[in-house]
């Protein structure tokens, strides 16, 4: 249940932050604004204020903005989607990834002047950073580490070897105590959050190429702040650091699937997103915040791709209108979006039975 609760909170959240981009768009171009709606249809519940109805509906998985006239009908209309310039109906699609971006900014801002939790890539950080310790921050698939439990930021905290407790403090004493006991099995004392646990593992002697004997990929990390002003600056560094990389990581994905049919990555639904989070929440604020923060930079990416039913899909479709000096016919445009909405649903129920079968085992 306290998954459940954080997760519908953080996409709440987002949902909001996005949509109301969208909104306030609209109602400074002088639009009409017919709904605010969080999740999809059928409505759930709704209640009208003014001229726009503030819904909320079945599917929570997303949300919309109804923008009197986007069908295309109402072209006359002054205050209707479609007699709006392309510039202002550009900026109105735009505005939701904008404000999630903004968002990222907000949060990362907000946690750099409190201090957050980072990888600690020299000497000098260390001196700096606060609770430092040794964090697992990738765990290979099939891998030992992945068969005994271990989980991403699981901090190692030492060794049980041949019955003698090893503390540890740094990657290369983790390394050597590994390579000293190939092939035998080792007890590893991990702490997440405030629990603390042991799991048994066997190195392997063999690995597969790019993997170590325990399949992990481990960091040293501590806890950094900032002078608020000094935060501010870091905050858009970080999300537009974060913006390249996930920008980087789904153009790779589509490159994969082009070229080998499989995307190359672990890639998750809802429900994955949700198990996540709540890891994230049990481990501290602060590691919320980096979530969300991470989470609402790929909904800017996401919503950015020229895809039917995205906002890019919208971008895509009225810079074709400048070039040809006139909009595509409504009916050929609602059909493709349409087209492409189902998809998403049905890529949205892959991936939730994926993570299902994943979860639980199946």
């Known amino acids: 249940m306290f998954t459940l609760f954080v997760f519908l909170i953080v996409l709440s959240i987002l949902v909001f932050v996005h949509e109301f981009g969208h909104f306030i768009a609209a109602k400074r171009a002088g639009l009409k604004v017919e709904e605010f709606g969080f999740g999809f249809p059928p409505r759930l519940w709704g209640i009208r204020k003014g001229e726009t109805v503030y819904s909320i509906n079945l599917i929570p998985f997303g ?16 205050r209707s989607f479609a007699s709006a310039r392309a510039g202002v109906r550009a900026v109105i699609s735009a505005a939701g990834v904008i404000m999630n971006l903004l968002l990222a900014v907000f949060l990362l801002s ?10 600690l890539i020299d000497e000098a950080q260390v001196k700096k950073a606060r609770d430092v310790k040794v964090q697992i921050i990738q765990v290979a698939p099939s891998s030992p580490a992945e068969k005994a439990g271990l989980m991403v930021l699981d901090e190692v905290v030492g060794f049980k070897v041949r019955g003698e407790e090893v503390k540890i403090k740094s990657v290369k004493e983790i390394q050597d105590i590994v390579s000293q006991n190939l092939g035998q099995e080792l ?52 999300s537009l650091f974060i913006l390249e990389h996930t920008a980087l990581g789904y153009a790779t994905i589509l490159k994969n699937f082009f070229t080998t049919g499989k995307s190359g990555a672990e890639l998750s639904g809802p429900v994955g997103i949700a198990v996540v ?4 929440a049990r481990l501290g604020f602060t590691y919320l915040m980096q979530f969300v923060a991470l989470i609402s930079v790929n909904l800017v990416v996401l919503n950015i791709i020229p895809f039917p039913a995205l906002d890019g899909g919208r971008l895509l479709f009225i810079g074709i209108e400048k070039l040809k000096g006139s909009p595509i016919p409504r009916k050929i445009e609602n059909a493709v979006n349409a087209a492409g909405f189902a998809f998403l ?12 079968v994943k979860l639980f085992n199946f």
């Open 187 to 238: 007890t590893i004392i991990l702490r997440s959050g405030k629990e603390e646990k042991e799991r048994n593992i066997v190195p392997r002697l063999n690995p597969p190429p790019g993997e170590g004997a325990l399949g992990v990929s481990l960091a040293m990390t501590g806890v950094i702040k900032y002078p608020w002003y000094e935060a501010i600056g870091r905050g858009l560094s970080d």
């Open 277 to 280: 989070t709540g890891q994230a």
């Open 110 to 119: 907000v946690g750099n002047a409190i201090g957050l939790r980072v990888g």
């Open 345 to 356: 649903l049905l890529l949205m129920v892959y991936l939730t039975v994926k993570d299902f």
């Open 63 to 78: 949300g919309f903005v109804k923008i009197f006239g986007e069908d295309g009908k109402e072209e006359n209309d002054p």
